[in-house]
């Protein structure tokens, strides 16, 4: 019996035709003889029993290889429509990136139309690793008319502030030294009082600046939030250039000038474009005074 049910298991669909063939010629052979009534209505019903089955089973069978092929469209429909919808996504990302960058230019000119002196846009090409870098290219140089110490704002949010000054120059690129350089110094006064210091950076890694030497007597004349801007008393910076914004102010008991505490105006992480100021080039001492609205040097 074992064997049997082992046989029907590997043969299955030989044994079912088997059965059917032979139902069929029993069939014959009653309907061909004297018992035709009996036996042949008995063969008729048999076959047409098998018939019946094997019917339903290779239609159950055609409805689950019809189901899997509908069931492997659906899946290809899905990934499809997966892939259009991720370059869909991917071009909505370049395309935000765009408008950002085209905004960025439009400020970048606006600004570098207003200035009365001579000023080339440039490009952030390179960075030290980390959050703030010790030295920043861009992608102008001497065949554009850069020279070693040219100053360079960024304009951010609609406003400009110092980003530093040109430390090397190549024939198409330069090197900036940036304000929070602990090498950069920056003769400086506060906007609204017209007090003077000296701006120096923290170093690499601190992008706080520091504002030395500003008389201990004018504490009370001093508010946080104050902006610090160029005093012009150098011949690097012109005057009026936002450098930054006083976070906290202290002194020592030894010591007669007060010293603040800056947080720059720019945003050196996001930093994209500059503009590099040639102030020397038509007049001698030509201010950038949009932001210092009394022009007093």
């Given amino acids: 019996m074992r064997r049997f ?5 590997i043969h299955g669909t030989g044994v079912s035709l088997t059965a059917l ?8 052979v009653f309907q061909s003889g004297p018992t035709r009534g009996g036996f042949g209505e008995l063969g008729l019903s048999v076959v047409g029993s098998v018939q019946q089955s094997t019917a339903w089973v290779l239609g159950g069978i055609s ?3 019809g189901s899997v092929s509908e069931l492997g469209n659906l899946r290809s429909d899905y990934e499809a429509l997966l892939e259009q919808l991720l370059e869909y996504e991917a071009a909505q990302q370049d395309l935000a990136e765009l408008r950002q960058e085209l905004f960025s230019l439009r400020e970048l000119i606006g600004f570098s139309e207003q200035l009365e002196t001579r000023n080339i846009p440039a490009r952030v090409i390179g960075k030290d690793p980390g959050n703030f870098f010790s030295t920043i290219s861009i992608n102008k140089g001497r065949r554009d008319g850069l020279r070693v110490d040219l100053p360079v704002i960024a304009v951010q949010d609609n406003g400009e502030g110092l980003v530093g000054r040109i430390a090397h120059v190549g024939a198409g690129s330069s090197i900036v030294r940036p304000i929070f350089d602990s090498a950069s110094f920056v003769a400086a006064r506060l906007q609204s ?3 003077e210091g000296l701006v120096s950076g923290g170093g690499v890694g601190n992008n706080t600046l520091l504002m030395r030497y500003v008389p201990e007597g004018v504490r009370s004349e001093i508010g946080y939030g104050n902006v ?3 005093s012009g008393m150098s011949e690097v910076f012109p005057p009026g250039i936002r450098i930054g914004r006083v976070q906290s102010i202290s002194s020592q008991p030894y010591e007669t000038s007060l010293e603040l505490e800056l947080s720059s105006v720019v945003d050196f992480s996001r930093l994209e474009y500059v503009l590099v100021i040639d102030h020397n080039y038509h007049n001698q001492g030509a201010s950038l ?3 210092d609205q009394t022009g007093n040097n």
């Fill in 228 to 230: 610090v801007v160029t």
């Fill in 63 to 65: 409805s689950t290889i």
């Fill in 193 to 195: 009082s017209r007090h």
């Fill in 5 to 9: 049910r082992e046989l029907v298991r």
């Fill in 21 to 28: 063939l032979l139902s069929a010629g029993l069939m014959l």
């Fill in 289 to 291: 005074n949009n932001h």
